[in-house]
């Protein structure tokens, strides 16, 4: 009865992809190209939208430029590429409902940009139907799910700790205040940095975390953590809250120093707030003062007229490895192969389409790229040395 059922499934699901393939030939140029549709689910609308955006615009610019350039040849057919893109609003269990839609459409590549939405359907790419999960998030419970069709993109975020605690403990004190995001991911980054601060010998305020999606007025959080007398306060979420959460800690007398989590981004924070607001702090190295980013930074702003940052950088450069992962595993429609070959891929990736240094992938699924964090001084960024590599 089992094989009956599995027949069935996979039958209507190849229904379902010649449907899609022949209304997406319709639509497609004259030369009759494949169209191979991209899905995507994150925060397009709340506030967490600009960081959902980002993440969508690195996606949309590699599909822009390949399909330009004519598409990419697999088994010596021309593939081209439509992106799918669903509002989940941050919310993992509309992340699921997105992930159901895109799959019952046919779409085997499904790109998810935050822990708790990841990590909801991760089960769910295992499963008939097969889809490769594209996760943009540094929560390390991503990999030791050990899930064998998820294909992991930013670095894990308890690389930051150690060097984050160091440096912002020797700088300006043992005594640290907590506002983070209360989302999964922030709730995972919060416990471990209280761990590490622990573990270093420091003592720990209260934690006065808020939701950075539906929060507008942070001041009142900010007042609590500061009765506690920090000398450094963990903050972050979205860049742009994050900001928020800064100009109410400097506007309310705040002189020590900010451990800022990988989600907030200083370039973007630095548009809504003085530049001298963020000296102290710690956080991830803006994408445009990596190595060699030059030619997709002006890239990027010239089509999005916006700074670009490691979400829009990573999620470009894992687009454009999944598309030389399906020249290489010569199919668009079976995931499992196509996985398969993503280290290769990474590895034969035109500089051009690298942003930053790539290695390759790990047999987890997990991009092993240059990261770079560092710390503020006087609107300048030094890079902070990291002594162990989780991978």
Excluded: C
């Amino acid at each position: 009865m089992k094989q009956i059922l599995g027949n069935s499934s996979r039958q209507k699901r190849v229904g379902l992809k010649l449907a899609s393939l022949a209304f997406a030939l319709l639509g497609a140029s004259a030369l009759g190209q494949k169209v191979v549709s991209i899905g995507y689910s994150g925060p397009l609308s709340g506030g967490a939208a600009f960081y959902g955006k980002d993440v969508q615009s690195g996606i949309e610019m590699a599909i822009n430029e390949m399909n330009k350039a004519g598409g990419v040849t697999v088994k010596g057919e021309k593939v081209t590429f439509k992106l799918v893109s669903l509002d989940d609003r941050y919310l993992p269990n509309e992340t699921a409902t997105n992930v159901r839609r895109l799959t019952s459409q046919g779409i085997d590549f499904i790109f998810v940009p935050h822990a708790g939405g990841i990590l909801t359907v991760q089960p769910l790419a295992v499963r008939d139907p097969e889809f490769l999960l594209v996760a943009y998030s540094s929560e390390p419970a991503i990999l030791e799910a050990k899930n064998a069709m998820t294909f992991m993109l930013p670095p894990r975020y308890d690389n930051y700790l150690q060097p984050f605690v160091s440096t912002q403990m020797k700088a300006f004190g043992k005594k640290l205040g907590m506002i983070g995001t209360t989302s999964a991911y922030g709730k995972q980054w919060a416990e471990a940095i209280m761990g590490e601060w622990k573990k270093q010998g420091g003592t720990l305020g209260t934690n006065n975390g808020v939701d950075y999606a539906t929060t507008v007025d942070y001041s009142s959080a900010v007042t609590k953590a500061l009765a506690d007398k920090p000398d450094v306060l963990f903050i972050g979420g979205p860049s742009q809250p994050t900001a928020l959460v800064v100009k109410a800690a400097r506007e309310q007398g705040f002189k020590g120093g900010f451990i800022v989590m990988d989600q907030a981004k200083f370039e973007q924070m630095d548009t809504i707030v003085p530049r001298a607001y963020l000296d102290g702090s710690v956080g991830v190295m803006p994408t445009k003062e990596f190595p060699g980013t030059q030619v997709f930074v002006t890239q990027y702003q010239r089509a999005y007229k916006k700074i670009p940052t490691s979400e829009a950088g990573l999620n470009y450069m894992g687009m454009n490895v999944l598309a030389k992962a399906m020249e290489l595993a010569g199919t668009t429609e079976d995931p499992k192969a196509v996985r398969a070959q993503l280290n290769a891929a990474a590895k034969a990736l035109p500089l051009g389409k690298t942003v930053y240094k790539l290695l390759g992938v790990t047999a987890g699924g997990h991009v092993d790229a240059e990261f770079i964090i560092a710390s503020v001084k006087d609107g300048k960024y030094t890079k902070l040395r990291v002594t162990k590599v989780f991978k």
